[in-house]
């Protein structure tokens, strides 16, 4: 199966270490997405990229989240000084671009001790 | 704002009946609306997805519909199994970026 691949699944930590998660889009795929997810909510979206250009951010990015996806092919999602508001679902998808359908991942679950 | 509603929240029905979920959106300009199933703790598997053009869309036993003047989607789910315990999650397109959720309809079909 070479669908979109997320690691780790799941990550506890504690409040003010540094998290990083991975997601490895399908081949091909020149979008890539970042949505996270709390408890009985739906996904929100977070940010997304255009090859390896970031092009939108929600203002539910704040300055201690960053992402990158230096080669257009994975990415990764950095959180600092992470909060216990920060515990959450962390879904990725990817797409070919445009309206096309965005396939997600199986998420990175996070909890904050 | 786009904002997506489902109703209900939360459903439970014995196995065997059919069932219709519901979505409302606030915004009409959309290129697509998708349902989506998400089991506990993983992640989304689309299930069907209506373009804006379009009235509704079938896969096996699911049937979503679409009125887009309206703002309003339906999922039906004929002759509902246990295996269909699931959360369902309504979902729009407004624009060629992000996807727009609903918060879900958590539904448990009880055998």
């Known amino acids: 199966d070479t669908g979109v691949s997320q690691d780790p699944r799941h990550k506890i930590t504690k409040r003010g270490q540094n998290v990083t998660f991975r997601c490895d889009p399908i081949?091909?795929?020149?979008?890539l997405y970042w949505y996270r997810q709390t408890l009985g909510q739906g996904p929100e979206f977070l940010t997304y990229?255009?090859?390896?250009?970031?092009?939108?951010k929600s203002r539910l990015l704040s300055d201690r989240f960053s992402a990158e996806r230096p080669k257009g092919s994975f990415s990764t999602l950095e959180i600092q000084r992470t909060e216990q508001g920060d515990s959450a679902m962390y879904l990725c998808?990817?797409?070919?671009?445009?309206?096309?359908?965005?396939?997600f991942g199986d998420g990175t679950r996070l909890s904050i001790l | 704002k786009q904002e997506v509603t489902q109703i209900p929240a939360a459903l439970s029905v014995p196995e065997g009946e059919n069932l219709v979920l519901n979505c409302s959106f606030t915004?009409?300009?959309?290129?697509?609306l998708q349902w989506f199933r998400q089991d506990p703790g993983k992640g989304l598997t689309s299930l069907l997805l209506?373009?804006?053009?379009?009235r509704e869309q079938t896969s096996g036993r699911l049937n979503a519909s679409l009125d887009k003047s309206s703002g309003r989607s339906t999922l039906y789910i004929a002759a509902s199994q246990p295996g269909d315990s699931a959360t369902y999650l309504c979902?729009?397109?407004?624009?060629?970026?992000?996807?727009?959720f609903g918060k879900g309809t958590r539904l448990h079909i009880l055998p």
């Open positions: 998808a990817s797409s070919l671009g445009g309206i096309q359908p965005q396939h």
């Open positions: 081949s091909e795929h020149n979008r």
């Open positions: 990229f255009q090859n390896e250009a970031q092009l939108e």
């Open positions: 915004d009409s300009a959309i290129y697509n």
């Open positions: 209506i373009q804006s053009s379009q």
């Open positions: 979902a729009v397109r407004p624009g060629d970026d992000k996807i727009i």
